[in-house]
T-cell receptor, first 116, second 112 residues
Framework: EAGVAQSPRYKIIEKRQSVAFWCNPI?????LYWYQQILGQGPKLLIQ????????DSQLPKDRFSAERLKGVDSTLKIQPAKLEDSAVYLC??????????????FGPGTRLTVL | GENVEQHPSTLSVQEGDSAVIKCTYS??????FPWYKQELGKRPQLIID?????GEKKDQRIAVTLNKTAKHFSLHITETQPEDSAVYFC???????????FGQGTELSVKP
């Protein structure tokens, strides 16, 4: 089966600019996650969608980050304006996740963002 | 909130030796514990997971043990090979949320 797809793979921007990342989950997966992985650390959840609804966005810096999941399939994560500390790899993951259970999360290749 | 501590941060072993990585978690409601392997510049890939209703799970050269009372779980790799070299992350999840809380990672180096 096809895996989680992300684009772009790399992005370099100046601080205060805006940037958007795209994710296409595995077909049929209801739950989609965006994680931020700073160099040398484990991934940290930014936002979790189930279908097109937000389940958890408690760690999302809402003054600059936004995310949406179009029609419960693809998702975009946006940063506006970017700060130096946003430099990280942004990982998208998906899982089948029937309500009330925990299921395997499959990760995409990530987008490496460098903010100068 | 949930916190996961992982040790050691780096581990170097000779090919053929065993490697053990340990994690502790803070929330006793956690019931799902996956381990991911991440090679340089690649995506995290699930290598093994365990749920709280079992104490041990094996898959060829890798095994995971869980001690719910002590709130810790460990990854064991036997007969290590150079291709096992990577960063390994443990994680914990509470059933309803599905959100994974990751440890800080262990960089494993297997020397031939």
């Amino acid at each position: 089966e096809a895996g989680v797809a992300q684009s772009p793979r790399y992005k370099i921007i100046e601080k205060r600019q805006s940037v958007a990342f795209w994710c296409n989950p595995i077909s049929g997966h209801a739950t989609l996650y965006w994680y931020q992985q700073i160099l040398g650390q484990g991934p940290k959840l930014l936002i979790q969608f189930q279908n097109n609804g937000v389940v958890d966005d408690s760690q999302l810096p809402k003054d600059r980050f936004s995310a949406e999941r179009l029609k419960g399939v693809d998702s975009t994560l946006k940063i506006q304006p970017a700060k130096l500390e946003d430099s990280a790899v942004y990982l998208c993951a998906s899982s089948f996740f029937p309500s009330g259970s925990t299921d395997t999360q499959y990760f995409g290749p990530g987008t490496r963002l460098t903010v100068l | 909130g949930e916190n996961v501590e992982q040790h050691p941060s780096t581990l170097s072993v000779q090919e053929g030796d065993s490697a053990v990585i340990k994690c502790t978690y803070s929330d006793s409601a956690s019931n799902y514990f996956p381990w991911y392997k991440q090679e340089l510049g690649k995506r995290p890939q699930l290598i093994i997971d365990i749920r709280s209703n079992v104490g041990e799970k094996k898959d060829q050269r890798i095994a995971v043990t869980l001690n719910k009372t002590a709130k810790h779980f460990s990854l064991h790799i036997t007969e290590t090979q150079p291709e096992d070299s990577a960063v390994y992350f443990c994680a914990a999840s509470i059933n309803q949320g599905g959100k994974l809380i990751f440890g800080q990672g262990t960089e494993l180096s297997v020397k031939p």
